[in-house]
């Protein structure tokens, strides 16, 4: 189950609202490489992970994306709050607002609405391992991106922890990979699936 | 007892100081939970995660009693107040 813990997992303190900025970062809110996407994965995944080491990196990376998740909605909060028209008028932003005023609503940047599309969960470890890897440095290409967007000294230092983590998930990952393949030997990496073929007998025993 | 910036030798931390040093006491625990997930026989990190999460009890037990900030539903200490929902929230500036 999950408890929450009221305090961001890093501080977000932005003092210029700037909603043309939050039209981009709002991708990673609801975009396909974003927190909401990545959460999804990682905790939905865990259910067929034959070895305890790799359903604890799911399920702890996959919590900590709900963290982030907020951490990017506290961005998008503040980049649009105490916005007048004008300010929404002449912006990009000015479609969102329409249908979602400065509510939350996961989108891509393009307004696409989230999608579990963007999610794989194919019930095979190896598998599943391999998209996460993916999924993490689709991450940090997004980060890399909003910084090329903005100067603001707030925003980016938001950004980066967020970057930096991702960075980190993506070596954990790595470690998943490498738990999951020492319980196989060479013949048998990919001719079966340790998360379905019990009768291989790879199945950790307890 | 792990470095600390925030707190001037020898005197008490302030409400604003205990939620700084909770938010890098937790940062660090997930951060050492994450890599013990893949290591789960590291002395070395199970033992840089023991001292963290005792540090953690007293900071976030300061945080609740002294500061009346529960961190979440079932630290709500005052009996006759149900701090839990009191703002600011964690989104709001003045929550950071």
Same mark, same amino acid.
């Given at each position: ?33 974003g ?11 865990r ?22 998740? %907020? ?18 008028? /002449?912006s ?12 939350l ?21 190896l598998t ?7 999924a %993490?440095?689709?991450?940090? @290409? @997004? ?7 903005t100067?603001d ?16 998930h ?5 470690d ?16 079966? /699936? ?13 | ?24 006491l ?6 050492t @939970? ?37 961190? @979440? ?5 005052n ?17 950071n």
């Amino acid at each position: 189950m999950w408890l929450y813990e009221k305090k961001l997992q890093h501080p977000v303190k932005i003092k210029n609202p700037n909603p043309q900025l939050a039209q981009i970062i709002i991708s990673q809110l609801g975009g396909p490489d974003g927190e909401l996407a990545a959460s999804m994965r990682y905790l939905h995944q865990r259910y067929s992970s034959p070895y305890d080491e790799v359903t604890g990196i799911l399920t702890d990376v996959g919590t900590e994306e709900l963290a982030h998740l %907020e951490m990017v909605a506290a961005i998008l909060y503040q980049l649009t709050r105490n916005l007048s028209e004008e300010q929404i008028k /002449n912006s990009p932003f000015a479609t969102y607002f329409v249908d979602h005023t400065t509510g939350l609503y996961p989108v891509a940047a393009s307004g696409t609405p989230f999608d579990m599309k963007y999610v794989g969960v194919k019930g095979d470890i190896l598998t599943d391992l391999h998209e996460d890897l993916a999924a %993490e440095q689709k991450a940090r @290409t @997004t980060y890399d991106n909003i910084l090329r967007l903005t100067d603001d000294p707030d925003v980016k230092d938001a950004i980066q922890f967020l970057r930096q983590r991702e960075l980190v998930h993506f070596q954990r990952f790595g470690d998943a990979i490498r738990i999951a393949q020492d319980h196989l030997d060479s013949k048998n990496f990919y001719a079966f /699936n340790p998360s379905f073929d019990k009768a291989s007998g790879v199945f950790r025993k307890k | 007892m792990v470095a600390c910036k925030c707190r001037p030798n020898g005197s008490q931390m302030n409400c604003d100081a205990l939620h700084a040093r909770l938010q890098a006491l937790d940062f660090a625990i997930v951060e050492t @939970t994450l890599y013990l997930d893949a290591y789960p026989t590291c002395a070395k990190a199970l033992e840089y995660y023991s001292r963290l999460v005792a540090e953690r009890a007293a900071v976030a037990e300061a945080l609740h009693t002294q500061c009346g900030k529960p961190t @979440t539903a079932w630290d709500n200490k005052n009996p006759n107040s149900w701090d839990w929902i009191k703002g600011p929230w964690p989104w709001q500036i003045e929550a950071n």
